[in-house]
């Protein structure tokens, strides 16, 4: 027997393997059961509540929008250099991006000359000098006078004597010397201020040579005339009472009185101060045309503004965002791009959505460190069609550099109230609300927590609803008590 078992060893193994196998299966299989029949022979689950705790809080109703936050109107910067003599090489005063251009910042330094910054629309175009007309001089006008500078009234849209001498002050107050005058004008105005002189000595001298030109008779030769003529009057009446009388001797002493009396009329005629007068009033005519010419030549002396050394920008200050020149470069087309020294928020929103804004809605975005931050909607605008969305800006709360730097460029996702609670209130979701046979509005509010095994009685609480959103919606408690957090049935 020991042989045999020795020789089929392996095979009585594997049989006893196989009787423990079997016995095991036998007993696990009485006593361990499966999970899907488990399920089968259990009995069905007793019924329970679905609620949800009570929220007390600001509640609000949202629109929101995706925005994207950058400065507001970008511009490109081009300058009029067709004035410039020589190359117009890029001197100084280059900006470096961020930098905020202002009225009266020098935006470039080009040929050693400012490009001095002013606000205004109308690009500059061409060099405005004594009597220039048009608009671009209203401009001028008023852009100085935004700086303290009086060149006129704006409304006159000529470019006078007050507007060149406000180029002066400009350039002044810019710490630069004023553009050189037209060739040969400086000469012009010495020549007619020479010419002026010259005609002051004229008139001076004409002057007095009149002064000094005897006029008429002296007093003795118009009283010996008189003398004379007193005398033949005498003669004259003795001869006429004479008796007899002699007519011949009467007619000569008639003729004796009427060449006294001639003689005195023409006394001193022939000295006459007409020659010297008529000096005197050439030498006036003289003098009054060389103040005229000097005028003329002052006035094309006075200071212009060439195209090429005023920027006109609108709503100043801007903000340097990128810069395509530099120094010792010839300028050519674009040299910088500017935009709103603020930064902005630019969304679209839906048709629905756009008519619930307005501008001075308060709206949050979120900053990248997750926290909210406030903004306020500065236009709604509609789009064109009736399908196309509505642009919506928002300037946001003042930002630190270091947050502008991290926002600039990004899309964020804006959060605009179009209806809010004042203050704190308590909400519930709209599951939770049922209507009573009176139509009351109520909510059913479980005593104890199911959650925690406490018994689950319920009771009815009237309520009035207020502001409602997407989410959820205001209960004001009419008939019982309700507070934060109570557990209202939302579901069975």
Do not use: C
């Not at 000295?271 to 002052?298: H, K, M, S």
């Amino acid at each position: 027997m020991v042989t045999v078992f020795q020789r089929n060893r392996t095979l009585w193994i594997v049989a006893a393997a196989a009787v423990l196998s079997l016995v095991a299966g036998l007993l696990l299989g009485r006593f361990l059961v499966s999970p899907a029949d488990a399920a089968g022979a259990a009995e069905p689950p007793v019924p329970g509540l679905v609620t949800v705790p009570v929220q007390y809080g600001q509640l609000s109703n949202d629109v929101t929008i995706r925005g994207e936050v950058a400065y507001a109107d970008p511009v490109e910067v081009r300058i009029d250099t067709t004035s410039i003599a020589g190359p117009a090489v890029v001197t100084g005063q280059v900006p470096e991006v961020g930098a905020e251009l202002k009225p009266l910042s020098i935006a470039l330094e080009v040929a050693g000359r400012p490009v001095m910054v002013l606000p205004g629309e109308l690009p500059a175009y061409r060099t405005l000098s004594l009597g220039a007309s048009g608009p671009d001089v209203a401009q001028f006008k008023t852009a100085v006078r935004t700086v303290g500078i009086d060149a006129g009234d704006p409304s006159d849209p000529v470019f006078g004597a007050d507007a060149a001498n406000a180029v002066a002050t400009l350039y002044a107050a810019a710490g630069y010397s004023l553009p050189e005058s037209e060739e040969g004008s400086a000469e012009s105005v010495r020549a007619a201020q020479e010419s002026v002189r010259m005609a002051e000595q004229g008139l001076s001298s004409a002057q007095n040579e009149l002064a000094m030109t005897p006029v008429g008779a002296t007093p003795v030769e118009i009283r010996e005339a008189d003398n004379a003529v007193a005398a033949a009057q005498r003669e004259l009446a003795a001869a006429q009472q004479a008796t007899p009388r002699d007519a011949l001797q009467i007619g000569n002493l008639v003729d004796a009185l009427e060449l006294a009396e001639l003689r005195r009329q023409q006394i001193g005629a022939d000295r006459t101060d007409a020659p010297q007068r008529a000096a005197v009033d050439a030498a006036a005519v003289q003098l009054a045309q060389a103040q005229e010419d000097l005028v003329l030549a002052e006035q094309a002396a006075l200071p212009s503004l060439p195209a090429s050394e005023v920027l006109y920008l609108a709503d100043l200050p801007r903000r340097v965002d990128t810069v395509t020149t530099a120094r010792g470069s010839i300028l050519e087309g674009s040299s910088m791009t500017v935009s709103g020294a603020t930064l902005g928020l630019s969304g679209s929103a839906a048709d629905a959505d756009a008519r619930l804004l307005k501008a001075g809605d308060k709206a949050s975005f979120d900053l990248p460190d997750g926290t909210a931050h406030a903004a306020t909607i500065t236009s709604v605008a509609a789009g064109e069609g009736d399908s196309a969305r509505w642009t919506v800006q928002l300037q946001p709360d003042p930002l630190t550099p270091e947050q502008i730097q991290e926002l600039q460029g990004t899309n964020v996702r804006v959060s605009i109230a179009v209806g809010a609670t004042d203050g704190d209130v308590l909400s519930v979701p709209y599951a939770a609300l049922t209507a009573g046979p009176g139509g009351e509005t109520r909510v059913e509010v479980v005593e104890g927590d199911p959650r925690e095994g406490e018994r689950t009685a319920t009771r009815l609480v009237v309520v009035r609803s207020g502001l409602a959103t997407p989410g959820a919606v205001e209960v004001i408690p009419v008939e019982g008590e309700l507070a934060e957090g109570d557990l209202v049935v939302v579901g069975k």
